[in-house]
T-cell receptor
Framework: AQKITQTQPGMFVQEKEAVTLDCTYD???????LFWYKQPSSGEMIFLIY??????QNATEGRYSLNFQKARKSANLVISASQLGDSAMYFC?????????????FGKGTRLHILP | DSGVTQTPKHLITATGQRVTLRCSPRSGDLSVYWYQQSLDQGLQFLIQ???????AKGNILERFSAQQFPDLHSELNLSSLELGDSALYFC???????????????FGSGTRLTVV
């Protein structure tokens, strides 16, 4: 069974510093996709970044990058130059299998607080 | 507007009652997923429908049921409600080859259910 582990329930970071949110996953399927979502206090789920298991390079989207270490089954999210608006809950998630409409499983999340 | 519409946005009801949550997927998306997010918890996968058929089932209680109609909208029925059913219920949709660049979901804004 697929599993996502986020070991940091909460983090406090000074504004403008870089942030790394940890995520490890477990799957026996060689084909999978990894996601990060942001959930601000308003509640909506905002897609941030995606990494496919066969992608050779780490994914990047603006200030977000995904540090993908396949052998360690690790998919950490890095936010560069953090901003006050980055304060939110962050979820790591995984889709197992080759079908793009398979379900996505979420970790328990990390609550990030950016300090001015 | 993400293109996924959930109604109602808020719902307050008493224990023992039954409610129906509605979701209209993004145009062209065939899959609908339902998730439950309890306070400060991750998203728990409940059930997935694909083009009217049940595709995958997660930790959905027997008191809960869902269906997807020919027009692809979906309804999640929650009956014999308990205080612990209070949560944010998300609907998401996707389609194989949807071209999102992320092969992920489009989330609705959620229905916040409060059972009193």
């Amino acid at each position: 069974a697929q599993k996502i582990t986020q070991t940091q329930p909460g983090m406090f970071v000074q504004e403008k510093e870089a942030v790394t949110l940890d995520c490890t996953y477990d799957t026996s399927d060689p084909s999978y996709g990894l996601f990060w979502y942001k959930q601000p206090s308003s509640g909506e789920m905002i897609f941030l970044i995606y990494q496919g298991s066969y992608d050779q390079q780490n994914a990047t989207e603006g200030r977000y990058s995904l540090n993908f270490q396949k052998a360690r089954k690790s998919a950490n999210l890095v936010i560069s130059a953090s901003q006050l608006g980055d304060s939110a809950m962050y979820f790591c998630a995984m889709r197992e299998g080759i079908y793009r409409d398979d379900k996505i499983i979420f970790g328990k999340g990390t609550r990030l607080h950016i300090l001015p | 507007d993400s293109g996924v519409t959930q109604t109602p946005k808020h719902l307050i009801t008493a224990t023992g009652q039954r409610v129906t949550l509605r979701c209209s997927p993004r145009s062209g998306d065939l899959s609908v997923y339902w998730y439950q997010q309890s306070l400060d918890q991750g998203l728990q996968f409940l059930i997935q429908y694909y083009n009217g058929e049940e595709r995958a089932k997660g930790n959905i209680l027997e008191r809960f049921s869902a269906q997807q109609f020919p027009d692809l909208h979906s309804e999640l029925n929650l009956s014999s409600l308990e205080l612990g059913d209070s949560a944010l219920y998300f609907c998401a949709s996707s389609s194989v080859g949807s071209g999102t660049g992320a092969y992920g979901y489009t989330f609705g804004s959620g229905t916040r259910l409060t059972v009193v």
